[in-house]
């Protein structure tokens, strides 16, 4: 059973960067079935997807975010991070980390969601 | 706004019947990728509800039920349960969007 945990700061500053960890337990990130994604939701409002990473490090962003977004990965770490600069209060929401599965593309499995609040 | 369009609220009494849609276009729906449905109880991640349009993940209830056909889906849910009373998302995949995962915009449906 993949169990994935999101980790960082809770408050960033306006114009900063939003940092957030995800890891994966009971799997290996390597897994050639398994994209590892990055999943928000405002307050009161739909999920909206941000990006995907493969473990070999290829990427696809939300164009609305890909000028502001990184996602990279640590397989030694069976890690996966998110970094969104240049942040606003809109970008307060809660973040999931999350499993696409490969081929449908199906979010499997999620983390519990970390909120992110951009405040000065 | 999302790009799967999803009716905002919907209510039933305990033990009818509700659908809730899901459409989308030629990018998307439209285009074979799969549809996904997910339910999102207060203050909870969303858990897996319906996947490859029509499968149940081991422990979902036989109530729930998918369908697709052209640019639409659909999520049924029989025998309405107190329980049931949650936020609704269906998912798929966009080929317009560089290759985006696209959500819903969300149906809470409300047992009545």
């Known amino acids: 059973q993949v169990q994935l945990q999101e980790s960082g700061p809770g408050l960033v500053k306006p114009s900063q960067t939003l940092s957030l960890t995800c890891t994966v337990s009971?799997?290996?990130?390597?897994?050639?079935?398994?994209?590892w994604s990055w999943i928000r939701q405002h307050p009161g409002k739909a999920l909206e997807w941000i990006g995907r990473?493969?473990?070999?490090?290829?990427?696809n962003y939300s164009p609305s975010l890909k000028s502001r977004l990184t996602i990279s990965v640590d397989t030694s770490r069976n890690q996966f991070s998110l970094k969104l600069r240049s942040v606003t209060a809109a970008d307060t929401a809660v973040y999931y980390c999350?499993?696409?599965?490969?081929?449908?593309?199906?979010?499997?499995?999620w983390g519990q969601g970390s909120l992110v609040t951009v405040s000065s | 706004h999302s790009v799967l369009t999803q009716p905002p609220s919907l209510s039933g009494a305990p033990g009818q019947r509700v659908t809730i849609s899901c459409t989308g276009n030629s990018s998307n729906i439209g285009a074979g990728y799969d549809v996904h449905w997910y339910q999102q109880l207060p203050g909870a991640a969303p858990t897996l509800l319906i996947y490859g349009n029509v499968n149940r993940p081991s422990g979902v209830p036989g109530r729930f039920s998918g369908s697709k056909s052209g640019t639409s889906a659909s999520l049924a849910i029989t025998g309405l349960q107190a329980e049931d009373e949650a936020d609704y998302y269906c998912?798929?995949?966009?080929?317009?969007?560089?290759?985006?995962?696209?959500f819903g915009g969300g149906t809470k449906l409300t047992v009545l």
């Open positions: 998912q798929s995949y966009d080929s317009s969007l560089s290759g985006s995962t696209v």
């Open positions: 999350a499993r696409e599965r490969g081929g449908s593309m199906v979010v499997d499995y």
């Open positions: 990473i493969f473990y070999s490090g290829n990427t």
């Open positions: 009971g799997g290996s990130i390597s897994s050639g079935s398994s994209y």
